[in-house]
């Protein structure tokens, strides 16, 4: 179980179609503390290795609170799991972004996120990764582009070798209406093990699609995603490759926000890759 649990994660290849009536840029409102919470469920299969389909389910809390003229903080809480016949793999996470924003043009700043990982009836060495980097987003009517980057870690007093992060991811949300929200994503992530002179390289090239759909005048909000994630390893005997797909359905509920593009331009807009595999690297 444990050959297929893993996981590594900016340009943005998607481009929308505009709308032929695009909904109004979002005026900049009274700022006020906001957020959301949700929950997802669903499945991930590797083509390469079986047609046997591992349970995913996860979910997030994120919580923003503007302060000082447009300066802006926000602090995330994520957790992920993936499994099969009794056999799990967990992440858990948490991520603060410091970020400027004027709600009508753009907003820019950065993230730390930390996140530690577990086996059920595992180990109990510690396992855990640190990544710090900028972000920025662009808003364009009823456009958001929104890019991303990161260096990072793995660390435990147990691997016999280092293993670095890095990656970069860009997304691309539409709106179609203030309430209907499409998101494409594109990443490159890269986890570098290093021993001595050896070294090994996991690269993930990520793709995403999903579809939000809040209710008006309400705070939920339904979703559904699909993630594809290609895996190249390549050491110095040889190299492999797998493709994996994760497809998640989901519930939202919002709080101190009016509609989705309200929620994206006004509060909680930032957030943080989530791998297929929770881990940040296959994990052999």
């Known amino acids: ?4 649990l893993a996981a590594a994660g900016l340009v943005v290849l998607t ?17 006020q503390v906001s957020g959301y919470g949700q929950i997802y469920g669903g499945g991930l299969w ?5 047609d046997e389909t591992l349970w995913a389910a996860g979910g ?19 957790v992920d799991a993936v499994g099969q016949d009794g056999n799990s793999l967990h992440g858990v996470g948490g991520a603060a972004h410091i970020f400027w924003r004027d709600p009508a043009s753009y907003a820019f700043g950065g993230f730390v996120q930390a996140s530690t990982y ?13 990544k710090v980097g900028p972000e920025a987003q662009a808003y364009f009517g009823n456009v958001t582009l929104y890019a991303q980057a990161y260096y990072g870690a793995l660390e435990s007093d147990f691997l016999p070798f280092d293993v ?14 203030d309430n209907l929200r499409f998101d494409g994503e594109l990443g490159f992530h890269r986890a570098n093990l290093s021993q001595g002179g050896l070294e090994a390289d996991f690269d993930t090239i990520a793709a995403a699609l999903q579809a939000t759909y809040r209710f008006d005048g309400t705070p939920w909000s339904v979703f559904g995603r699909y993630q594809y994630e290609n895996i190249s390893i390549s050491q110095g005997f040889g190299e492999a ?5 994760k497809v998640m359905v989901g519930l939202r509920a919002s709080f101190g926000s009016s509609t989705l593009i309200d929620e994206d331009r006004n509060g909680a807009t930032m957030d943080t890759y989530q791998p297929n595999f929770v881990m ?3 994990f052999l």
């Open 60 to 78: 997030a809390a994120r919580i923003n609170v503007p302060f000082a003229e447009r300066w802006n903080a926000q602090g995330d809480f994520t």
């Open 241 to 245: 490759s797998f493709d994996s797909h």
């Open 46 to 50: 590797i083509s390469e290795f079986s």
């Open 164 to 177: 670095d992060l890095m990656g970069i991811r860009g997304v691309v949300r539409y709106f179609a209406q």
């Open 15 to 31: 481009t929308p179609a505009f709308a032929a009536d695009p909904t109004q840029p979002v005026e900049e409102t009274v700022r």
């Open 280 to 282: 940040p690297f296959p």
């Open 118 to 130: 577990g086996f059920s009836g595992g180990s109990d060495e510690d396992l855990w990764s640190w």
């Open 1 to 4: 179980m444990k050959k297929l």
